[in-house]
């Protein structure tokens, strides 16, 4: 549907352009990942950038407690742990 990119002078910085950023986005009609990144740009393995191409994979709290509590698809999840994988 759409990409979105910050920039900022800082790490904090772009992290609080882009969550601001996702609190304004308005998409109607679909389920979008947004809550999912959300969570992401908050954890703070993401905050402190101390994390690698598999993190994603080996946080229980985001395979499981994450997709059930913001009904995040199945393919929507393979598909954004198969970008974080190539990224």
Same mark, same amino acid.
């Given at each position: 549907?759409?990409?979105?990119?910050?920039? =900022?002078?800082?790490?904090?910085?772009?992290?609080?352009?882009?969550?601001? #950023?996702?609190?304004?986005?308005?998409?109607?009609?679909?389920?979008?990942?947004?809550?999912?990144?959300?969570?992401?740009? #908050?954890?703070?393995?993401?905050?402190?950038?101390?994390?690698?191409?598999?993190?994603?994979?080996?946080?229980?709290?985001?395979?499981?407690?994450?997709?059930?509590?913001?009904?995040?698809?199945?393919?929507?999840?393979?598909?954004?742990? =198969?970008?974080?994988?190539? #990224?």
């Amino acid at each position: 549907v759409c990409k979105l990119i910050c920039h =900022g002078r800082n790490r904090t910085e772009a992290i609080q352009r882009m969550n601001r #950023s996702l609190d304004e986005f308005v998409i109607e009609g679909i389920i979008t990942t947004i809550p999912l990144h959300k969570k992401l740009l #908050s954890h703070k393995k993401f905050i402190n950038s101390d994390f690698n191409v598999s993190w994603l994979d080996k946080e229980l709290y985001f395979n499981s407690i994450l997709r059930a509590k913001h009904h995040i698809p199945d393919d929507q999840m393979e598909l954004l742990m =198969g970008l974080m994988k190539t #990224s």
